[in-house]
């Protein structure tokens, strides 16, 4: 089971790492704010090779979308996706550690 510490206020999240930051910084360039990114997208894939901009599990993300912490899916017919922008809105505001090193 997948834990997530940011609910306890005496936990630090690591800084990111060279693979996180890389991610973040192909996905700027690519995308617009239009931009759509699948849950796999956002959480990783290990099996498929793809690094987590969120670093979480599918049940902890998906509770926080029905608390209303994370913003609604977009539907395209069965598929579900989140807006780029909002995602990213997400990692800015859940990262204490930017603009420190």
């Not at 940011?6 to 800084?15: G, L, R, V, Y």
Request: with cysteine; hydrophobic share 35%.
């Amino acid at each position: 089971m997948i834990t997530d510490n940011t609910d306890k206020p005496d936990s630090k999240p690591a800084p990111p790492d060279d693979e996180y930051l890389d991610t973040l910084e192909r996905l700027n360039r690519k995308c617009n704010g239009d931009a759509l990114l699948r849950l796999w997208q956002i959480i990783g894939n290990k099996k498929m090779g793809i690094p987590a901009l969120l670093p979480i599990g599918k049940t902890v993300f998906w509770e926080r979308v029905r608390a209303g912490i994370y913003p609604a899916p977009v539907r395209l017919g069965r598929t579900v996706c989140w807006r780029y922008r909002d995602i990213m809105e997400i990692i800015e505001n859940a990262e204490p550690w930017r603009g420190r090193q």
